[in-house]
């Protein structure tokens, strides 16, 4: 694990790799590095090309609902960063790593009892190009990467993807996503909508989105900081989380993992779960009239924030949502889960609701699991919170 980080898997791309066409690659995972026995959910993983010119692919895990796989929602989750891997350990994954002082072996695994696939199947997805797994044969690949190719090339993907598995096609589909991922995914979903709208195929049943503790480029992301850190005691978990990441890169880069997983030989150099080192242009200055764009032509939305998050504070957050001055259909109150409070919502009209997780951090999907889990069951079956 010594090994310089680069901003590229390659400065020298092989020939081999620019030879090959550009793949829809799919294969089912049965068996995991690290897990004990048969994975006890369907997990299938695959490239998927995105750009022609420069052999780029982005790299994908399908897990399966284990509820009603026929007619579940199916969300496309991506996470922060940009540049952080989608991979199932983290956020809405079925999978975590046994948290032990690492001993030179491969790190564990577990089942997560609260992932998301207990409600819905989920794809989660490695965006942008040179995020975890994804990759481009032509260095070029990895120049001027920013939210507008990040964008159309989830776009691109989808659209393969709903292609190659034509029987999802009928499911309600969400796109979603955490932190950065937050601000991509109402522009990713109004790329979407305008595509149903100019009747393109595959026709994407899309109903909405939903994001966690979003990032929107606007000055309200800041403005909270201050009066929000005066008012509450901040618990930091940056120790907790850079060991889990620490994991996470020990695992990847065996190369029994790689082959498990179908990972592609000389594609990626180096796993790096938050890459910091490639270039990203922040072309979307505020995502902000994306969700208005999206709420007010009928498309559910679902934004919910820890309550213990200094970086977007909830405050920031409910700002944003109250300046589109929607009507208050269902007024602020506590949610409840086990008898106690799990946080505070309120729904307005336009199918937007916000919530809090009490307790929860930046990525508070991975600080109040179960929390989240009902949050979401709850929503997606349209029952209140």
Known sequence: MGKASLPFPSLVVPLVLLLLPLSRSASVVT??????????FHLETGYVGVDEETGAELFY?????ERSPETDPLILWMTGGPFCSGMIFFEVGPMKFVLAPYNGSLPQLTYNPYSWSKTASIILLDSPVGTGFSYARDVKGYHDIGDFSFSMHVVIFLNKWFTDHPHYQSNPFFVGGSSYAGKMSPIIAQHISQEIELGKQPRINLKGYVVGNPVTGSDYDDNFRVPYAHGVGIISDQLYESYRYYLCNIWANDDSTREALGVKRGTTREFIRCKKSIPYASEVPSSIKYHFNLTSRGYRALVFS???????????THAWIRSFNFSVVDD?????????AAGFTITYANYMTFATIKGGGHVSIEHRPKQCLAMVQRWLDNEPL
Not at 31 to 40: A, C, M, S
Not at 61 to 65: K, L
Not at 306 to 316: E, K, Q, R, T, Y
């Open 332 to 340: 602020w109150r506590a949610w409840h889960l086990d008898g106690q």
């Open 306 to 316: 820890g309550d213990h998050d200094l970086v977007i504070p909830f405050l920031s």
């Open 61 to 65: 895990y399908f897990v399966e609902s």
């Open 31 to 40: 068996h995991l590095p690290g897990f004990h026995g048969r994975l006890p």
